[in-house]
């Protein structure tokens, strides 16, 4: 009888030992890959429905819940001065001029001073293909950091941080 055979004070073989083990791995293999095959893709859980777009605007934005004081005085003043030509919620308007909700104008690429710069003397075209946007009359500093807050409320609604 050898080594491997003789059995030990509860009359286990160090084979049977080795079998149980085998076994007790190979379950534990077969309930991981069961949880990796049952784990949903990163795609299915990331999956949000758009909301629908207004006629010729570019991207598609959520609102935010709630906005807070400076945000709405900036809402307001964006309604007035830019939606004509950057539309209704920072969208951008197909062939006028490129949606604020993107991102190009995230915080990191284009400071809220690029913003005022803009507005007080114009910006040559140099992402889109809109040609110059002019300097726009009658804003003031204040109305335009306004105008920025609401924009940054609109991007980080939809993930532009």
Not at 56 to 76: F, I
Request: net charge negative; proline share 6%; hydrophobic share 45%.
């Amino acid at each position: 009888m050898t080594n491997d055979q003789r059995p030990d004070f509860a009359g286990n073989t160090k084979e049977n030992d080795m079998n149980k083990l085998v076994l007790l791995f190979a379950c534990i293999a077969v309930a991981a890959s069961a949880w990796y095959v049952l784990q949903p893709d990163a795609d299915q859980t990331s999956i949000v429905a758009a909301p629908p777009l207004a006629a010729g605007a570019m991207v598609a934005v959520s609102l935010p819940a709630q906005l807070t004081e400076q945000e709405q005085m900036g809402n307001r003043a964006y309604d007035a001065t830019c939606a004509a030509c950057h539309g209704i919620n920072a969208q951008g308007q197909d062939g006028i001029a490129p949606p604020l909700v993107h991102r190009i104008y995230e915080p990191s690429h284009h400071g809220d001073m690029a913003f005022v710069l803009a507005a007080q003397n114009g910006v040559r075209a140099h992402h889109w293909n809109f040609g110059n946007m002019p300097a726009v009359e009658g804003v003031t500093k204040a109305d335009v950091l306004n105008i920025v807050a609401y924009v940054r409320a609109l991007q980080r609604e939809n993930g532009i941080n």
